[in-house]
T-cell receptor
Framework: DTGVSQDPRHKITKRGQNVTFRCDPI?????LYWYRQTLGQGPEFLTYFQNEAQLEKSRLLSDRFSAERPKGSFSTLEIQRTEQGDSAMYLCASSLVTSGRAYYEQYFGPGTRLTVT | DAKTTQPNSMESNEEEPVHLPCNHSTISGTDYIHWYRQLPSQGPEYVIHGLTSNVNNRMASLAIAEDRKSSTLILHRATLRDAAVYYCILRGSGSSNTGKLIFGQGTTLQVKP
């Protein structure tokens, strides 16, 4: 399967702990997006990368959140000092964007479900 | 990004057509109309997109109003596997666009056997 993969699929942590999620995009996709989805709501945009450069961060991404994409391939999302409000599904998506294409769809991974107790 | 309005929920019988409406009265001339769906316990998946003309693919059809202020996603024969939340999203085009998707609440489609 060459789709977007995320690890772990589920994470339970205690309040105050740090957690890190990994996303492996589709090979050669140059854009990578992170979204967060709480129960009953649509996904909310957090941040995105063009290759290794982080180009936009949502106001939802507080100082406790950091994302990296060091070599323009996989990405990590770290949450420090987790709070119960961080409990959500964290989704990763990737796209192939080229200057010659007007449109590009996003391919989503299965998500990482975080529960903060 | 312009806002879309969708019904919260819809029901359909299996093997019947389903028409999922979306209003986007503030759409700009360069906005593409996208549909994604999210099956239970999965990430969203792309369904179809269009700009001005009606579009067909293996999953669905997209009918776009002449003034582009509304559109309809058509599933020609609903199956139980089509039960999902369907999101109608507007987004600009080109490589200079961020590409981020702004999801609303979507329409929860229930398919009855």
């Amino acid at each position: 399967d060459t789709g977007v993969s995320q690890d772990p699929r589920h994470k339970i942590t205690k309040r105050g702990q740090n957690v890190t999620f990994r996303c492996d995009p589709i090979s050669e996709h140059n854009r990578l997006y992170w979204y967060r989805q709480t129960l009953g709501q649509g996904p909310e945009f957090l941040t995105y990368f063009q290759n290794e450069a982080q180009l936009e961060k949502s106001r939802l991404l507080s100082d406790r959140f950091s994302a990296e994409r060091p070599k323009g391939s996989f990405s990590t999302l770290e949450i420090q000092r987790t709070e119960q409000g961080d409990s959500a599904m964290y989704l990763c998506a990737s796209s192939l964007v080229t200057s010659g294409r007007a449109y590009y769809e996003q391919y989503f991974g299965p998500g990482t479900r975080l529960t903060v107790t | 990004d312009a806002k879309t309005t969708q019904p919260n929920s819809m029901e359909s019988n299996e093997e019947e057509p389903v028409h999922l409406p979306c209003n986007h009265s503030t759409i700009s001339g360069t906005d593409y109309i996208h549909w994604y769906r999210q099956l239970p316990s999965q990430g969203p998946e792309y369904v179809i997109h269009g700009l001005t003309s009606n579009v067909n693919n293996r999953m669905a059809s997209l009918a776009i109003a002449e003034d582009r202020k509304s559109s309809t996603l058509i599933l020609h024969r609903a199956t139980l596997r089509d039960a999902a939340v369907y999101y109608c999203i507007l987004r600009g085009s080109g490589s200079s666009n961020t590409g981020k998707l702004i999801f609303g609440q979507g329409t929860t489609l229930q398919v009855k056997p």
